[in-house]
């Protein structure tokens, strides 16, 4: 069987919601808005992503981002390209 | 005149709340969005089950208690049923945290309750109706009575459809 990941993004704050969802949102390992972490798919995860439905957005992917991966993810558009590279 | 402590009527004193009653167009296509976006997360969690075999309760109980966005009525998105409230309803917006919780159900319409009828819900054509469990239809204005039949549809939006092709409305 081919393991995928949950890939959760938190998308709005927790800011004034109870104790119980922020510390699922802590056991998730999200601190901060926007911030991306990956988890494999299983009941345990399902359900405490169920708890912050409404907080975050999820998406099944194959492989988890490392870090990095995620930073060149957000990397704007360079705005020019090289056609060919200049002889010096 | 201007700043912080200028003097308006609802900081003069008194209590004079500049809440809407109601939501506004722009907030209920955010509300909409906002209920979707649950709906989609609900849905790539039970897809993602799904493949492995595995099941959830939590996730069961949603599916089974919960209508998604397209099959809640408007009345259910944008208010929330208050007892203490004139006609038993008042927006939605005035729920706390009403952007980032889950508040889907009402209890079922009184009236509906006393003929007791399963539901009553308005059809495209703008009439009040409510389905009988015996297959009875009667209108807000004046009732149709209608043969129970074995392959009556008993979801909504089915029977919205079957009720608009097969009753000439009077």
């Not at chain 1, 194959?62 to 995620?70: G, I, Q, R, Y």
């Not at chain 2, 003097?7 to 722009?26: E, Y």
């Not at chain 2, 927006?91 to 079922?108: D, E």
Request: with cysteine.
């Amino acid at each position: 069987m081919s393991s995928s990941y949950f890939r959760v993004t938190l998308h709005r704050s927790a800011i004034g919601l109870p104790e119980r969802t922020r510390g699922v949102l802590a056991a998730l390992g999200l601190r901060k808005r926007s911030q991306t972490v990956f988890h494999p798919v299983s009941p345990q995860f399902a359900g405490m992503i169920m708890k912050v439905k409404e907080l975050v957005r999820v998406r099944e992917v194959d492989t988890p981002l490392s870090p990095k991966e995620l930073r060149e993810e957000r990397r704007p558009e360079r705005g020019f390209w090289l056609e060919k590279p200049v002889p010096r | 005149m201007f700043g912080a402590f200028r003097f308006t009527n609802p900081l003069s004193g008194g209590l004079l709340w500049k809440i809407p009653w109601r939501l506004s167009r722009f907030q209920k296509t955010r509300q909409r969005r906002r209920l979707r976006a649950v709906d989609s997360v609900v849905a790539t969690l039970d897809a993602a089950l799904a493949k492995q075999g595995e099941t959830l309760t939590a996730l069961e109980t949603w599916k089974e208690s919960m209508p998604t966005e397209a099959e809640m009525l408007p009345k259910d998105k944008y208010t929330i049923f208050d007892r203490k409230e004139k006609r038993y309803r008042k927006g939605i917006h005035k729920l706390p945290k009403w952007t980032r919780v889950s508040q889907r159900l009402n209890p079922q319409d009184t009236r509906a309750q006393i003929l007791g009828l399963e539901r009553e819900e308005s059809c495209s054509t703008g009439l009040l109706y409510s389905v009988g469990t015996r297959g009875t239809i009667e209108y807000r204005r004046g009732r149709i009575s209608m043969e129970a039949k074995e392959g009556l549809p008993r979801r909504l939006g089915e029977f919205v459809q079957y009720c608009n092709s097969s009753f000439k409305l009077l």
